[in-house]
C-alpha cells in the first residue's frame, strides 16, 4: 500500500502540486463498531486494529519524510490524525464529551455499535456530548477538534509543520 501511495503522490507532485498534507489512520480499533465486534476488547478499544494501523502509520510518516528529500520544491505534512483521535478518547470529558465508546445514533449493541444508524436508531438529543456520531464516524465536534489541531497544532500533531504554516510557505519550485 505505501509503495501505491508513494506512486499516487509523486504523480501528484508531477502535475505541479507542492504542499500536501498526508493523514495517517486513526485509531479504528477504538470505534464503536470494532468494539462491538471484538469480543476480548471488553471495554476497551480493539488490539488488533490499532496495532495495524500504528504499522502502517509508521511507513506513511517515513514515506513522507522520505518525499521531502526527494521533492525538490515540495512540502508534505504528515497529520498525526491517530495520536489527535486517542487523545480524545483518552480525555474525553477534558473535551466536554459525556460519551467516548457509545455513538449518538446507536442501535443495536453493548455501545450500540453493531448496525448503522437508520430510521429505527435512537439519537442523542446533543450530539456535541459524543465523541462518536454514528458505529464508525466522529460528530462534527470530534471532527472540529481534529482540525483545529491539525491547522494550528504544535509538531506532536502535525510534522514538520502544521496547516496554517504550510498555507503561507513560500516555495520555490
Same mark, same amino acid.
Given at each position: 500500500m505505501i ?16 504542499k ?10 477504538c ?18 486494529p ?29 497529520? !498525526?490524525? /491517530?495520536? =489527535?483521535?486517542?487523545?480524545? $478518547?483518552? +480525555? ?17 449493541g ?7 444508524c ?11 456530548k ?14 472540529v ?11 506532536? !500533531?502535525? /510534522?514538520? =509543520?502544521?496547516?496554517?504554516? $504550510?498555507? +503561507? ?5
Amino acid at each position: 500500500m505505501i509503495s501505491r501511495f508513494r506512486l499516487q503522490l509523486t504523480r501528484l507532485y508531477q502535475f505541479g502540486a507542492r504542499k500536501i498534507v498526508v493523514i495517517n489512520i486513526g485509531p479504528i480499533g477504538c470505534i464503536p463498531f470494532e468494539r462491538e465486534t471484538d469480543p476480548t476488547a471488553g471495554d476497551e478499544c480493539s488490539v488488533e486494529p490499532n496495532e495495524v494501523a500504528q504499522m502502517y502509520n509508521i511507513k506513511l510518516k517515513t514515506l513522507v519524510e522520505d518525499l521531502n528529500k526527494n521533492l525538490q520544491g515540495s512540502r508534505f505534512v504528515y497529520a !498525526d490524525v /491517530f495520536r =489527535i483521535v486517542y487523545d480524545i $478518547l483518552q +480525555n474525553y470529558s477534558s473535551y466536554g464529551f459525556e460519551s467516548e465508546k457509545i455513538p449518538c445514533c446507536s442501535l443495536l449493541g453493548k455501545v450500540g455499535g453493531l448496525i448503522p444508524c437508520g430510521p429505527s436508531s435512537k439519537v442523542c438529543m446533543d450530539r456535541s456530548k459524543y465523541v462518536f456520531w454514528d458505529p464508525y464516524h466522529p460528530t462534527e465536534a470530534a471532527n472540529v477538534i481534529i482540525a483545529r489541531r491539525l491547522l494550528s497544532g504544535d509538531t506532536s !500533531d502535525i /510534522f514538520p =509543520i502544521n496547516i496554517w504554516q $504550510l498555507a +503561507n510557505l513560500k516555495i520555490n519550485a
